[in-house]
């Protein structure tokens, strides 16, 4: 079983800046792709970036709205993932959650979900 806890939601003004965390453990193996989600009042869940690990390198992917604005990393020795988010705006606002993927140590798929940080971005 594979559990994950985020850290870093809070309130910020417009324009301000917040990094979101989430770590992973457990029974874990591998990690093929990590990604934060997000999810306003009265909208459906969106992926906000993600990585996938490739062959030869990792793959990111952002959505259109935060490009330029958020990045996504992650420490691997700590199987840990990170969004940086930058030039907050009013419309980010919502309940962020990380989703990870991957394969246990008796090599079963897992796909987890975090619990969910609030982020509010106001004046």
């Known amino acids: 079983q594979v559990q994950l806890v985020e850290s870093g939601g809070g309130l910020v003004q417009p324009g301000g800046s917040l990094r979101l965390s989430c770590a992973a453990s457990?029974?874990?193996?591998?990690?093929?792709?990590v990604g934060w989600y997000r999810q306003a009042p009265g909208k459906e869940r969106e992926l906000v970036a993600s990585i996938t690990t490739q062959t030869t390198q990792d793959r990111t992917h952002y959505a259109d709205t935060v490009k330029g604005r958020f990045t996504i990393f992650r420490d691997k020795a700590k199987n840990t993932v990170y969004l940086e988010m930058n030039s907050l705006k009013p419309e980010d606002t919502a309940v962020y959650y990380c989703?990870?993927?991957?394969?246990?140590?008796?090599?079963?798929?897992?796909?987890?979900w975090g619990q969910g940080t609030q982020v509010t971005v106001s004046s």
């Open positions: 457990g029974s874990i193996a591998s990690i093929n792709a």
């Open positions: 989703n990870v993927k991957g394969r246990t140590l008796i090599f079963l798929p897992f796909d987890s």
